[in-house]
């Protein structure tokens, strides 16, 4: 083959990046190495070195290859066993090119497992078939959910010491399926494999017959990322302003999201300044063009005065602007996060001193409950409310990573202390105070401003409960089975219908599909899909109906936000075998070893006693 036509196609191959996961001990820099060397992708110096360094520091016994050692470069990780520091490694296969990094396992070092996944399309995590789903599992794959990653390969290893056990790997499956379903990650597979052994890694496994789909290799060799780019909101932060003569002024930087072609028009923020595209120009020559990731410099027909850390968008297309936002973070410091202190921030190019004004609460990584809490501890997550001294030009972070992410640091030293994930602002006003008022209380504001200005017919609420013979109600129906709340629900509303009741259901699909399509659904849009469940609950509940919806993850945080948003109309909280737990506040507890008609009888006595329904009625 002709050289340069082979480089060409070489070039021409997309590149995936990836990071391997999960808890210490679990296989993962193992796993690489025998990626690597079940590829043919290892030089006979590199075995040579390996061989000897496995005789000296390995940990698989005499004779046996510790592939680990190929990515454990430091001493303290030979000497421990363990994976401290982030490794890179490049690699390419005839189909595509990859990035791997090769993350820690243990606690301490969560915070450089962020680090790795702030770049990665894609997460394997390995769960050791010994021990199953462990607390660390959970909490890389919660990290990886809410720095956006999409994909997610489950890599069931060390299968060799289960005896490659199909009911092991079932077992494993689903249990860590039902805490994924939390975090709606769209693509996950697993994947039964041993590291040590190759099985299932490049080649398949002769000792699993039972299992039938890809290896680890053709599941990231085929794995489509294309999709997963914002190219409909150009983003262009201004990294560095080109003047090397009279006749050319160049803005360079990275096209974060969208695309811009020669002759779009655009503007500056924060001048608010348009001008024209006059060319776009690379090293290699100038594009008609330019989308994500490329490195670009764009000259403009106008004379504006840009500056490093302005950003070039659409004038039809614009981000959010604001100088107070909420923000998912992952702290990395030893040192706790505390309301009101001040530290610097770095977003899309810009630093910014920032003062963290409220921490709405933390989340419990087991069981993704939201707490209250006044600090974030190190490896912790939480929820932020935080203020900035000049507007930030930010999208939130489901819709574009690039313009929806930030980084913290300590203003003394330097260090990096928290990664953040916007997921709220405001639009930017001068008169705007800096102030952010805690969670509840802006909800509170929000609900008796509504109401001030709710605007209703010519019907009132007493002709309607005389008309209906019941007032508007919605019953939230929780537990622990999806399936079991959704078919309690269904049924409650068939029931209370065939009492001649005015009774609604309204599945999350059909809300997920319809009033929320704008948005992610993820773990960290999940207040704004509350947000919007409680809003819609307000108009039916106010139409007179008795709405009923089937929330099986809902927390205290998410039910008490329901209720405020639905007043001044009551909600009924019904909890199928969850109160024995004590997870939740329930006006109505149910066995699951009730029938359903006792199921009806308890709600129906509730729905009395408060004057929803007529007491006949039961």
């Given at each position: 083959?002709?050289?340069?036509?082979?480089?060409?196609?070489?070039?021409?191959?997309?590149?995936?990046?990836?990071?391997?996961?999960?808890?210490?001990?679990?296989?993962?820099?193992?796993?690489?190495?025998?990626?690597?060397?079940?590829?043919?992708?290892?030089?006979?110096?590199?075995?040579?070195?390996?061989?000897?360094?496995?005789?000296?520091?390995?940990?698989?016994?005499?004779?046996?290859?510790?592939?680990?050692?190929?990515?454990?470069?430091?001493?303290?990780?030979?000497?421990?066993?363990?994976?401290?520091?982030?490794?890179?490694?490049?690699?390419?296969?005839?189909?595509?090119?990859?990035?791997?990094?090769?993350?820690?396992?243990?606690?301490?070092?969560?915070?450089?497992?962020?680090?790795?996944?702030?770049?990665?399309?894609?997460?394997?995590?390995?769960?050791?078939?010994?021990?199953?789903?462990?607390?660390?599992?959970?909490?890389?794959?919660?990290?990886?959910?809410?720095?956006?990653?999409?994909?997610?390969?489950?890599?069931?290893?060390?299968?060799?010491?289960?005896?490659?056990?199909?009911?092991?790997?079932?077992?494993?499956?689903?249990?860590?399926?039902?805490?994924?379903?939390?975090?709606?990650?769209?693509?996950?597979?697993?994947?039964?494999?041993?590291?040590?052994?190759?099985?299932?890694?490049?080649?398949?496994?002769?000792?699993?017959?039972?299992?039938?789909?890809?290896?680890?290799?053709?599941?990231?060799?085929?794995?489509?990322?294309?999709?997963?780019?914002?190219?409909?909101?150009?983003?262009?932060?201004?990294?560095?302003?080109?003047?090397?003569?009279?006749?050319?002024?160049?803005?360079?930087?990275?096209?974060?999201?969208?695309?811009?072609?020669?002759?779009?028009?655009?503007?500056?923020?924060?001048?608010?300044?348009?001008?024209?595209?006059?060319?776009?120009?690379?090293?290699?020559?100038?594009?008609?063009?330019?989308?994500?990731?490329?490195?670009?410099?764009?000259?403009?027909?106008?004379?504006?005065?840009?500056?490093?850390?302005?950003?070039?968008?659409?004038?039809?297309?614009?981000?959010?602007?604001?100088?107070?936002?909420?923000?998912?973070?992952?702290?990395?410091?030893?040192?706790?996060?505390?309301?009101?202190?001040?530290?610097?921030?770095?977003?899309?190019?810009?630093?910014?001193?920032?003062?963290?004004?409220?921490?709405?609460?933390?989340?419990?990584?087991?069981?993704?409950?939201?707490?209250?809490?006044?600090?974030?501890?190190?490896?912790?997550?939480?929820?932020?409310?935080?203020?900035?001294?000049?507007?930030?030009?930010?999208?939130?972070?489901?819709?574009?990573?690039?313009?929806?992410?930030?980084?913290?640091?300590?203003?003394?030293?330097?260090?990096?202390?928290?990664?953040?994930?916007?997921?709220?602002?405001?639009?930017?006003?001068?008169?705007?105070?800096?102030?952010?008022?805690?969670?509840?209380?802006?909800?509170?504001?929000?609900?008796?401003?509504?109401?001030?200005?709710?605007?209703?017919?010519?019907?009132?609420?007493?002709?309607?409960?005389?008309?209906?013979?019941?007032?508007?109600?919605?019953?939230?129906?929780?537990?622990?089975?999806?399936?079991?709340?959704?078919?309690?629900?269904?049924?409650?509303?068939?029931?209370?219908?065939?009492?001649?009741?005015?009774?609604?259901?309204?599945?999350?699909?059909?809300?997920?599909?319809?009033?929320?399509?704008?948005?992610?659904?993820?773990?960290?849009?999940?207040?704004?899909?509350?947000?919007?469940?409680?809003?819609?609950?307000?108009?039916?509940?106010?139409?007179?109906?008795?709405?009923?919806?089937?929330?099986?993850?809902?927390?205290?945080?998410?039910?008490?936000?329901?209720?405020?948003?639905?007043?001044?109309?009551?909600?009924?909280?019904?909890?199928?075998?969850?109160?024995?737990?004590?997870?939740?506040?329930?006006?109505?507890?149910?066995?699951?070893?009730?029938?359903?008609?006792?199921?009806?009888?308890?709600?129906?006595?509730?729905?009395?006693?408060?004057?929803?329904?007529?007491e006949y009625c039961i």
């Amino acid at each position: 083959m002709n050289i340069d036509k082979f480089l060409n196609q070489h070039e021409q191959k997309d590149l995936l990046r990836f990071l391997t996961c999960g808890s210490v001990d679990d296989g993962k820099s193992t796993l690489i190495g025998r990626l690597l060397y079940d590829s043919k992708l290892i030089f006979d110096d590199q075995l040579s070195a390996l061989r000897n360094d496995s005789e000296k520091n390995g940990t698989t016994g005499t004779g046996e290859i510790d592939y680990a050692l190929l990515l454990d470069g430091l001493k303290a990780e030979r000497e421990q066993g363990i994976t401290i520091d982030v490794a890179y490694r490049y690699f390419a296969t005839p189909k595509r090119k990859f990035i791997i990094a090769d993350t820690p396992g243990h606690e301490q070092y969560t915070r450089n497992m962020a680090t790795g996944a702030s770049t990665a399309d894609l997460a394997v995590i390995l769960i050791d078939a010994r021990y199953g789903v462990v607390t660390q599992t959970k909490r890389h794959a919660f990290i990886a959910s809410l720095l956006g990653i999409k994909h997610l390969a489950v890599a069931v290893n060390k299968m060799d010491l289960a005896n490659y056990d199909q009911e092991v790997f079932n077992g494993i499956r689903e249990t860590f399926s039902s805490f994924l379903a939390q975090l709606q990650i769209p693509d996950v597979v697993f994947i039964p494999l041993s590291a040590l052994k190759g099985d299932n890694v490049v080649d398949k496994s002769v000792n699993q017959p039972w299992y039938q789909g890809p290896t680890l290799l053709e599941f990231l060799e085929n794995v489509n990322i294309a999709d997963d780019h914002n190219l409909s909101d150009f983003r262009f932060p201004v990294q560095y302003v080109i003047r090397p003569n009279l006749d050319f002024r160049g803005f360079a930087g990275s096209v974060s999201s969208g695309i811009v072609k020669v002759g779009d028009r655009i503007q500056v923020l924060p001048s608010r300044k348009e001008s024209t595209v006059k060319n776009i120009v690379t090293a290699d020559g100038n594009l008609d063009e330019a989308f994500p990731p490329q490195a670009v410099t764009i000259e403009l027909e106008d004379e504006i005065d840009i500056s490093s850390g302005d950003m070039i968008v659409h004038p039809h297309n614009l981000p959010r602007i604001s100088s107070n936002l909420e923000a998912v973070i992952i702290w990395m410091s030893e040192d706790p996060l505390q309301n009101g202190l001040t530290y610097l921030l770095r977003h899309a190019g810009r630093n910014v001193k920032t003062r963290i004004d409220t921490v709405i609460y933390k989340i419990d990584v087991n069981t993704l409950k939201k707490e209250n809490s006044e600090n974030l501890e190190l490896n912790e997550v939480g929820r932020l409310a935080l203020s900035t001294t000049k507007p930030l030009f930010f999208d939130a972070y489901s819709k574009n990573h690039e313009t929806g992410s930030f980084v913290l640091f300590h203003p003394i030293t330097n260090a990096t202390v928290g990664a953040g994930m916007i997921i709220d602002g405001t639009s930017f006003d001068a008169k705007q105070t800096s102030v952010v008022q805690d969670q509840e209380s802006r909800l509170k504001d929000h609900v008796a401003r509504r109401e001030f200005f709710w605007e209703t017919g010519l019907v009132d609420q007493r002709e309607r409960t005389l008309r209906n013979r019941h007032k508007g109600k919605t019953v939230v129906v929780t537990g622990r089975n999806a399936s079991a709340t959704q078919e309690l629900a269904k049924q409650l509303e068939r029931y209370l219908f065939r009492m001649n009741m005015n009774s609604y259901y309204l599945g999350l699909s059909s809300i997920g599909s319809g009033l929320d399509a704008d948005i992610e659904q993820g773990a960290i849009e999940r207040d704004e899909q509350i947000r919007r469940t409680g809003e819609l609950a307000r108009i039916l509940t106010g139409a007179g109906l008795i709405f009923i919806i089937a929330l099986s993850k809902a927390d205290d945080y998410d039910l008490d936000r329901l209720k405020l948003l639905n007043s001044p109309n009551e909600l009924l909280v019904v909890n199928l075998g969850y109160c024995a737990y004590k997870e939740v506040a329930a006006d109505v507890c149910l066995n699951d070893d009730d029938n359903t008609e006792e199921h009806f009888a308890q709600i129906l006595h509730w729905l009395s006693a408060k004057n929803i329904i007529p007491e006949y009625c039961i």
